[in-house]
């Protein structure tokens, strides 16, 4: 079993950073992909950015050039956050991937909201 906590959401304007970070305990040994995902009010859970253990990443085309995800050590992920648009506003959520029995872990989401 894995468990996901998510941090750093906050109120930030148009064109502000901010970094959020997921810290995971449990059974993480066997992730073999790490990402992040978000839900704006009234649309579906999308996918922001993954990671697998070799390194290979992956983002949604609306944040390229903008967001970075990174492993920090074996425990801790981090997305950080550039040149946030109102847009980008929504809940997001640390994400992992266990292969057997194709096994999701979620954290409960942390707001981010940008200002215009």
């Known amino acids: 079993q894995v468990q996901l906590v998510e941090s750093g959401g906050g109120l930030v304007q148009s064109g502000g950073s901010l970094r959020l970070s997921c810290a995971a305990s449990?059974?993480?040994?066997?992730?073999?992909?790490w990402g992040w995902y978000r839900q704006a009010p009234g649309k579906q859970r999308e996918l922001v950015a993954v990671?697998?253990?070799?390194?290979?990443t992956n983002y949604a085309d609306s944040v390229k050039g903008r967001f970075t995800i990174s492993r920090e050590n074996a425990k801790n992920m981090a997305l950080q956050m550039n040149s946030l648009k109102p847009e980008d506003t929504a809940v997001y959520y640390c994400?992992?991937?266990?292969?057997?029995?194709?096994?999701?872990?979620w954290g409960q989401g942390t707001q981010v909201t940008v200002s215009s």
């Open positions: 994400y992992a991937h266990k292969p057997w029995g194709n096994q999701d872990y």
């Open positions: 449990g059974m993480i040994s066997s992730i073999d992909i």
């Open positions: 990671k697998t253990v070799n390194g290979n």
